[in-house]
Nanobody
Framework: QVQLVESGGGLVQAGESLRLSCVAS????????MGWYRQAPGKQRQWVAT???????NYADSVKGRFTISRDSAKNTVYLQMNSLKPEDTAVYYC??????????WGQGTQVTVSS
């Protein structure tokens, strides 16, 4: 099992920035990738960004150029730097870990609200 704890969400105005953090603990070996998803009210959970064990990153088109995913392996932490936030970025943001054998684990989520 992997436990994930997110932090850093909050209420900001459009154009401002936030940095989300996610600390992993437990069976944190054989991790293939870490990432972020988000879910807005009444909508399906949506992939946001991924960083692989090799350091490769990928982003959803909707956040490319504004969001940056990074990690600190020594701290077992993944970050999501969110700049130029828009009201449509409002959602609960979830951290996720996928193991090499495919098992996926989720955090409890952190709320991000962007006012116009």
């Amino acid at each position: 099992q992997v436990q994930l704890v997110e932090s850093g969400g909050g209420l900001v105005q459009a154009g401002e920035s936030l940095r989300l953090s996610c600390v992993a603990s437990g069976s944190i070996f054989s991790i293939n990738a870490m990432g972020w998803y988000r879910q807005a009210p009444g909508k399906q959970r949506q992939w946001v960004a991924t960083i692989t064990s090799g350091g490769s990153t990928n982003y959803a088109d909707s956040v490319k150029g504004r969001f940056t995913i990074s990690r600190d392996s020594a701290k077992n932490t993944v970050y999501l730097q969110m700049n130029s936030l828009k009201p449509e970025d409002t959602a609960v943001y979830y951290c996720t870990v996928q193991k090499i054998r495919g098992a996926r684990f989720w955090g409890q989520g952190t709320q991000v609200t962007v006012s116009s």
